[in-house]
C-alpha cells in the first residue's frame, strides 16, 4: 500500500505545476515571436508543414477539449453529482442524453490513488463506471452487466480503485485496481432513470456514490466524499476550444503534452510532429502564426466533414462499433470528441447519429415517423433511447419538456402490435400518444441519435436493423 507520506508534491502543487507549465509555454512562445521563420504556404516545404501541423492539431484536439472541459466542469478530486437530467441548459458536454443521472469526477492520479465506490441499486438498474484518460480513451467500464470484481467479491457495493501510471504498492482487501495510462482521468458514474417519478430515487443512490484518496480510505473508510459544486454557466468547452487561434491552441496542446505522455504506439506520429516544433513540454516557437492559424482551419474543417469509414449504415443510420477507444485513428478520435464528448465502448452503449436532417422551414415544415414492427424493439439488456439535437449537438427546447423517446415513457403500439414514433415540431392530434413523439425543431437543420444500452449481439453484429426514417410532408 502506497504511504500517503512518502509524496514530495501535494495535488495542489502538482496542478499547479501544470497549469503553470501551460503559463509558461505561452509566454516563451510570445518572447519567440521574432525568432520564427516557417517556410511559406504554397511552397513544397511550407505544404509539408501545413499538413503536419494540421494532423497534429487532430491529434491534440480530444487532449484540448477534455481538459477545457476539466476546467469548466468540476474541481480536481472532488465528486460531483448532477441531480437533475439533461436539458437545453446542459451545454458542457456535447450531445447530452436525459436517461441517465450522473456521478463524475476529475482525477489527478500524479499524487495517489483514488478510490470510487459504486453502490448497491435495484437488480433491473443499469449503471456504468466510465473511466477515460486524457486523451478520450475508455479504458476502463465496469458496470451493472459486468462489474469486473477480480477478487471474487460478487455483492455490491463494488469497490474501484484508480491508479495513475507507474504506480505500484499493495492494496487492501475488497478494492479492484483500475489502472490508468495517464495522471489526468475523468471518471463517469451513470445511473438509469425510469422518467421524471424516478429522479428522487435516484438521487437517493447517488447520494451513496463515493470517492475518496487510497490513504483517506484505508486511515477513515467512512470519511465524507468531497463533493464539488455544480459548475456556474459558462462558454460550452467544445465553442471555447472551436474558438481558439493557433497559437493558443498548441501552446495548450504541448504543456498538456508534457502532463500525459502519448502511449507508445504514437511514437511515429510525435516524431513527425517534433520535425516541425510540435513537442511535448516545449513552446511552439518555429511556427509562424498564419500557419498555425492555417493548421487549426485545416483541421476544424476535416473534422467537420469526417464520414467514419467503419460505420456500417443499415436503413439510413451509421453504426459506430469502432468507437470508445481508437489506437492511432486520430481523425477518428478528433471527429467523435467533438459530436460524442467520452463516447462508450460499443458493447456498453452502441450509437448510430444520422446529422443534417432536413426540419423544413416556414410553411414547409417537415415531418417524419419511424415504425417498428412487432416484436422488433431494440434488442438491448439495459434500454434504448432515440433523442433529437440541434446543429450543435445540444438539446432542443420545446414547452413539453421531451428531449428523448424509448426509455423515459414506454412506446404505446398500434392496434397492429407496431409502433410508430412520430418526429415533428408540432403537437400531434391524440392519435398519436404522447410517448410516441419527439420533438424537432421549428426550421433548418436537426440531428438524432439512437443510443442502445448493453446491446445484445443481434445489435452487434448486425442482424438487429433500426427502421428508416420516413418522410410525411
Not at 474501484?160 to 485496481?177: A, E, F, I, K, N
Not at 467503419?310 to 477507444?325: L, V, Y
Not at 470528441?337 to 450509437?351: H, K, M, Q, V, W
Request: charged residues 15%.
Amino acid at each position: 500500500m502506497e504511504d500517503k507520506h512518502t509524496h514530495g508534491v501535494s495535488r495542489r502543487t502538482a496542478l499547479g505545476a501544470a497549469a503553470a507549465a501551460i503559463t509558461g509555454l505561452g509566454l516563451a512562445a510570445c518572447g519567440a515571436q521574432k525568432s520564427r521563420s516557417t517556410p511559406e504556404l504554397g511552397t513544397a516545404a511550407g505544404t509539408e508543414v501545413a499538413s503536419i501541423a494540421r494532423d497534429a492539431y487532430l491529434y491534440g484536439y480530444p487532449l484540448v477539449l477534455l481538459d477545457v472541459t476539466r476546467l469548466t466542469s468540476s474541481a480536481t478530486n472532488q465528486l460531483l453529482r448532477i441531480s437533475t437530467p439533461a436539458n437545453p441548459h446542459s451545454r458542457t458536454i456535447v450531445a447530452p442524453q436525459n436517461d441517465t443521472l450522473f456521478s463524475w469526477a476529475w482525477l489527478d492520479l500524479r499524487t495517489e490513488p483514488i478510490v470510487f465506490e459504486v453502490p448497491t441499486v435495484d437488480s433491473n438498474r443499469y449503471w456504468i463506471l466510465q473511466v477515460l484518460d486524457a486523451w478520450m480513451n475508455t479504458v476502463h467500464n465496469p458496470s451493472s452487466v459486468r462489474p469486473q470484481i477480480v477478487d471474487g467479491r460478487g455483492a455490491p457495493p463494488f469497490r474501484y480503485v484508480l491508479t495513475g501510471p507507474g504506480w505500484s504498492g499493495s492494496l487492501p482487501d475488497g478494492l479492484t485496481q483500475l489502472a490508468m495510462p495517464t495522471g489526468t482521468v475523468f471518471a463517469v458514474h451513470r445511473l438509469q432513470v425510469d422518467g421524471g417519478a424516478d429522479v428522487g430515487h435516484v438521487r437517493t443512490l447517488q447520494g451513496q456514490v463515493r470517492l475518496l484518496p487510497l490513504s483517506t480510505w484505508v486511515s477513515n473508510p467512512d470519511a465524507p466524499t468531497p463533493t464539488a459544486q455544480a459548475p456556474k454557466p459558462s462558454v460550452p468547452p467544445l465553442q471555447q476550444v472551436n474558438a481558439m487561434d493557433g497559437r493558443t491552441f498548441f501552446s495548450r496542446m504541448t504543456a498538456l503534452m508534457a502532463a500525459n505522455p502519448s502511449p507508445s504506439a504514437d511514437a511515429d506520429a510525435l516524431k513527425r510532429f517534433a520535425s516541425i516544433g510540435i513537442a511535448a513540454g516545449r513552446p511552439v516557437d518555429s511556427i509562424d502564426d498564419n500557419m498555425l492559424d492555417a493548421a487549426v482551419r485545416d483541421g476544424q474543417q476535416q473534422i467537420s466533414t469526417y464520414t467514419n469509414p467503419q460505420a456500417k449504415t443499415e436503413n439510413g443510420w451509421p453504426f459506430m462499433f469502432n468507437i470508445g477507444t481508437y489506437g492511432t485513428d486520430y481523425s477518428l478520435r478528433a471527429s467523435t470528441s467533438r459530436s460524442i464528448f467520452g463516447a462508450n465502448l460499443p458493447e456498453d452503449c452502441t450509437y448510430a447519429i444520422r446529422d443534417n436532417i432536413d426540419a423544413g422551414t416556414g410553411s414547409a415544415l417537415i415531418s417524419y415517423r419511424m415504425r417498428f414492427a412487432p416484436d422488433q424493439l431494440p434488442p438491448v439488456d439495459a434500454f434504448w433511447s432515440l433523442t433529437a439535437y440541434d446543429v450543435e449537438h445540444f438539446l432542443i427546447p420545446n414547452p413539453d419538456n421531451i428531449y428523448s423517446v424509448g426509455h423515459q415513457l414506454p412506446l404505446a403500439p398500434d392496434v397492429d402490435g407496431a409502433y410508430e414514433i412520430a418526429l415533428q415540431h408540432t403537437k400531434p392530434g391524440p392519435d398519436i400518444p404522447t410517448a410516441n413523439w419527439l420533438p424537432i425543431p421549428e426550421s433548418g437543420k436537426f440531428s438524432l441519435a439512437l443510443r442502445f444500452y448493453a446491446p445484445r449481439e443481434a445489435i452487434l453484429q448486425g442482424r438487429w436493423q433500426p427502421p428508416p426514417l420516413t418522410q410525411t410532408h
